[in-house]
């Protein structure tokens, strides 16, 4: 796919703007008071960001992966949390362009590029993380219809979202649904459980969702019934690019823990000068330069692979667990 260098350019740093402007004035009040941020995410809405990969034929800006990494990058360095909202959405919408049906494509797709419609993944169960194989949400098929019944966890946008990437088993094995339902509590025989409390990655819902006999078409079936028990090959492909996100969106929390590291270090004087004079201060920021300046090659090279249509659970999995670490210890040491 050929990509407009220029606008890529031009979007990246219209998201820098951005979050300097209106994201990084109000995080620490919204991540504080677990609100999530409904003007910042219409603003995301109004930039086109909820459009990044989806193909222009479907209304969306048809970019790379390489692109949106370094548009997460850029997010998270003002509020993390804002990149949870794009992860999962990105996600289903990935899996709908590239195994979707021209149907599923065209009822859905151009609508996800605006953000009318924003996508979560209902995967995680209470005792089934990792271990995907131990799912126990059932698909029970119903004439033309399924009925789901089962529980999950993590559910990111769980709430908000209007279109659910469900991980269920039918008698085929685990297929992967996309349910449509209205944002709120409760659509049907799908429900918000509850919320789940978290340490830190606030203003984004993590929910766990309750399916009780709640009915969907068998078109709602990813890619039609040649699909059927090939879900989890399928889910697993797509959880790639959430992996680069995390990694991207680690990248972003390590940059900005190394910036207010720097200027720290440029004003606090220690001994009559700045402490950044000092070269045990020096060897600090040089170690966390080289880690992030690593951290973002892996992920790009992970982008790269997932873009040309290889596998690279590897490299996204490398990815992600070295900059999550750089992340760390970047806010540690600063």
């Known amino acids: 796919m050929a990509v407009d260098a220029d606008l890529a350019d031009e979007l990246v740093e219209a998201v820098r703007t951005f979050v300097t402007k209106e994201v990084l004035p109000v995080a620490s ?32 800006l048809g970019l790379d992966i390489v ?7 850029e997010i998270a360095f003002g509020w993390m949390s804002l990149t949870g909202i794009l992860n999962t959405h990105f996600i ?8 979707g049906t ?33 799912l126990r949400c059932k698909a029970t098929p119903d004439g033309d219809e399924y009925v789901l019944d089962g529980t999950k966890m993590w559910v990111t946008n769980g ?17 992967c649904f996309i349910v449509e339902k209205e944002p709120g509590p409760s659509f049907g025989g799908i429900t918000v459980s509850r919320t789940i409390p978290k340490l830190g990655y606030k203003g984004v819902e993590t929910v766990e969702m309750s399916y009780s006999g709640h009915r969907v ?16 090959p399928l889910i697993l492909g797509a959880l790639e690019l959430g992996r680069i996100n995390i990694a991207a969106r ?8 190394f910036e207010a590291a720097i200027s720290y270090a440029q004003k606090r004087e220690a001994f009559g000068v700045p402490i950044a004079k000092h070269q045990a201060i020096q060897f600090k920021l040089a170690d966390m330069a080289t880690k992030l300046e690593a951290a973002r ?25 070295f900059a999550s670490e750089t992340a760390f210890e970047c806010a540690t040491e600063a």
């Not at 692109?67 to 990058?73: G, L, M």
């Not at 992920?299 to 667990?321: I, Y």
Request: glycine residues 10%.
């Open 67 to 73: 692109t949106y990494a370094r548009i997460v990058e």
């Open 29 to 60: 009040d919204l991540e504080h008071a677990d609100e999530y941020p409904e003007a910042l995410v219409e603003q995301m809405r109004a930039m086109g960001l909820f459009g990044v990969t989806i193909p222009t034929e479907y209304g969306g």
């Open 92 to 99: 289903t919408a990935t899996l709908i362009a590239s195994e």
């Open 217 to 232: 078409p068998a078109t709602a079936v990813l890619g039609g019934t040649s699909t059927l028990g090939r879900g989890l």
């Open 297 to 321: 090659l892996l992920t790009q090279s992970a982008a790269r692979k997932k873009q040309a249509g290889e596998r690279c659970d590897v490299e996204a999995g490398m990815a992600k667990l």
């Open 250 to 257: 680690a990248c972003g929390v390590a940059r900005a823990a």
């Open 159 to 175: 709430e908000r979202a209007s279109l659910v990437t469900l991980a269920a088993k039918t008698p085929e094995g685990i297929t």
């Open 102 to 134: 021209d149907e599923q494509k065209d009822r859905w797709l151009e609508r996800m590029a605006t953000g009318e419609l924003r996508g979560c993944l209902s995967l995680s169960e209470p005792d089934a993380g990792s271990d995907t194989r131990s």
